[in-house]
């Protein structure tokens, strides 16, 4: 039986996993492995919320474990470290839990291997970016940004009542791609939020959001009208927007720039740029580009070994007629695991499949919940913009879609059913 190897379960190896596990594990027709390097999956364009404590990741993460068994397929928890080609084996490095070592190097057969491993933050090797930013790019990164958030209202209440009006709160954000505008309008509904609950050592109106982008406009890859409709309401909402600013050096005191500026900053967050990781660079001969991603050709596999494929944010892939690869989205990666699904059942069933063709259906931001506050769709083809409520409904059904391809239609109802419930029943804040 053929063995299919997955590596990485994020927004695309999920998927994959759970369509092959039903379509090829199911039947027999193939043993579907699932490697990562957690034990449980959280879909990464949520991170921001897990960051300001708009989400419980613990009431949303899919335990790897158990969808394997529900899906058919077999899972690993393991970090690969390399792949031996000619013998067709994914090497997965000791693993380590709290400094022990858990499991020692293992070795897994594939006959086909995917690697699904996604991306890390670049910081383009800025002076003091890796010592005193957070990268919004992980669990553990957005957890950690929470808890010292919070730790900066805990210090603050010490202080006298009255002192409240004199407290004030710098944060900047490096980046006004998606990740640092979506965390930017976050923390500032979480700041308006904190009061209601007992953090009331600082007022909101004295958090001081700054976000500072090298191009001369946010979201430089959607639509001038739909980046000029996002500057103008982050504006509105009295977050500082800077661009054309390149931050050149981050100190423990804040981001200083180019142009000589100095932003003064308690908690600072890096959402500027993204890279392969590390590892991948010299991967069994592989070819990769300056970014460490694998470069693949248009039905993802890797250029150099017809049995290894690669796909999502880890890797490169030009489409024909294209002058540049595919952006580093979820919404790629999700199409790309639909089309690698089909193309192992053809391939298993001696059936050649056409290339991949990426059908961009927009890219949308959300500007946190707030009614006032709205979300916006722009696409570079037509142009438009949505905003308000329906590009919310929009927003929230791109995580709706991944979670139908994980669970099916109706435990996709149930989980809405029980997010609504748990909103009017439950607190909308985390707050430890
Ligand atoms: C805060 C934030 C907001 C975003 N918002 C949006 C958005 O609104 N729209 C959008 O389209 N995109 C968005 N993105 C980008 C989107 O999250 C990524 O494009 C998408 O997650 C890529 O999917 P992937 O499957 O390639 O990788 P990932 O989803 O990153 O998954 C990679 C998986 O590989 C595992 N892994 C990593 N290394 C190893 C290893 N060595 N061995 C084993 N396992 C490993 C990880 O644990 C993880 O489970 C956002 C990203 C961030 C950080």
Redesign the pocket.
Known sequence: MNRIVI????????ELATRLGNKLGKPGKAHITL????RT?L??????EVAAGALNADADELDYAIHSRDHHFHFKL????DVDREKRQVVLAPYFDGGQQLLPERRLDYDYLVI????QTNDFNTPGASEHCIY??SRQS?ERFHTEFLNVYLRASMHAEEDANHQTFDIAIVGAG??GV??AAEIHHMAKELVHYGFDGIRPENVNITIVEAADRVLPVLSERASAAIHRQLASLGITVLTGEMVTEVTADGLHTKSGKVIPAKLKVW?AGVKA?E?LKDLAGLETNRVNQLVVEPNMQTTRDERVFA????ASCLLPGKERPLA??????SQQATYLAKLFVGLLNGKDMKPFEFRDKG????LSTEGSVGNIMGNLSKDFTFEGKVARFL?VS?YRLHQKTLHGSFTTLLLMLRDALSTKTGSRLKLH
């Open positions: 590596v990485g379960g994020g927004a695309g190896g999920a490697i990562d390097a957690n999956h879909w990464k364009p949520r991170l921001h393991g970090v690969m470290s699904a491993v996604g991306s919004l790019d957005a998606a990740t979506e965390l959402s990781a590892f796909f999502g944010d880890c580093p989205r979820a919404q790629v990666a890219s949308l931001v959300s927003y791109l």
